[in-house]
C-alpha cells in the first residue's frame, strides 16, 4: 500500500535527476560559447523519462567530438566526469547534439540566447518538480499522523 502512494513520488524523484543533469549539461554548453569547435550538447527529455522509468540504465555525459577517449578526457592524467543520471540510466542514447542555427566561423554549435532559455525553462521545470515532492511529501505526513 505505500508503495501505490510513493510512485508519484518515485517519477518525480527521477525526473529531478534528469532535469539536474539537463541543467549541468546547458551549463557547460554556455560555458564553452567561445570554445572554437565545441558542439552544444542537450537531453532528449522524454526519452530519458521512458529509460529511467523502464529501469534502462543511461550515461549521460556530455562529451563533444575530439580525439578523446570515451570516458570524455582527453589525456591519461584526466579525471572522467560521473553523471548523476548513471545510477538510473547505457549509452548515451538519450544525449545528442544540438542543432547548430547560427552558423559559426569556428565551428561552434553553441547558440547562446537559445542556451539561456533552455537554462531558465529548464530552472522553472525543476523548482516545480521540488515543489511538488515537498507538498506530496507534506500531504503524506499529515495523513500518516491524523491531521
Known sequence: MFANLTNG?????KALLI???RQRIIASNIANVDTPGYHGRDIN????????MGGNSLTLTPTPPSSGSS?????ARHIPLQ???????GEDANLAYTVQTQPSMDGNSVDLD????NFVDNSVRYEATLRFISGSSKTILSAIQGQ
Do not use: K
Not at 553523471?83 to 540510466?89: A, E, I
Open 9 to 13: 513520488l518515485d517519477f518525480q524523484a
Open 19 to 21: 532535469r539536474a543533469d
Open 45 to 52: 527529455f522524454q526519452q530519458a523519462m521512458q529509460a529511467a
Open 71 to 75: 570516458d570524455g578526457t582527453t589525456d
Open 83 to 89: 553523471s548523476t543520471m548513471s545510477s538510473l540510466t
Open 114 to 117: 537559445r542556451e539561456r532559455a
